[in-house]
């Protein structure tokens, strides 16, 4: 399964962003799919996941972040409001056949990338 993400930039304070992660195959439904985030200089983080209609996030941002996805698109979906300057990173989507966790070491399938810098 390929991954790419997009719909990464800048925005200010309170601002919102919705990243999207679109799949290679037909199959993504079958797929749990989960967001991550690096920030520079620290480890990749646990952001939120989403297995068929159950979802999980980071405490972090349970209540600012809600994580989607549309099985007719192959794609998943991270909308971001109240975005505060600590969201400020790399994120990345990725994908497991498993029950998805926080751990990254748990996911096979990743995308590439996308930058999300807010400034205060």
């Known amino acids: 399964v390929q991954l790419q993400a997009s719909g990464g930039g800048l925005v200010q304070a309170g601002g919102s962003l919705r990243l999207s992660c679109a799949a290679s195959?037909?199959?993504?439904?079958?797929?749990?799919m989960g967001w991550f985030r690096q920030a520079p200089g620290k480890e990749r983080e646990f952001v939120a996941a989403?297995?068929?209609?159950?979802?999980y996030y980071a405490d972090s941002v349970k209540g600012r972040f809600t994580i989607s996805r549309d099985i007719a698109k192959n794609t998943v979906y991270l909308q971001m409001n109240s975005l505060k300057p600590e969201d400020t990173a790399d994120y990345y989507c990725a994908g497991t056949p498993q029950v998805p966790g926080t751990d990254p070491g748990g996911y096979d399938y990743w995308g590439q990338g996308t930058q999300v810098t807010v400034s205060s």
């Open positions: 195959r037909r199959t993504f439904g079958s797929i749990a």
């Open positions: 989403i297995n068929w209609s159950r979802t």
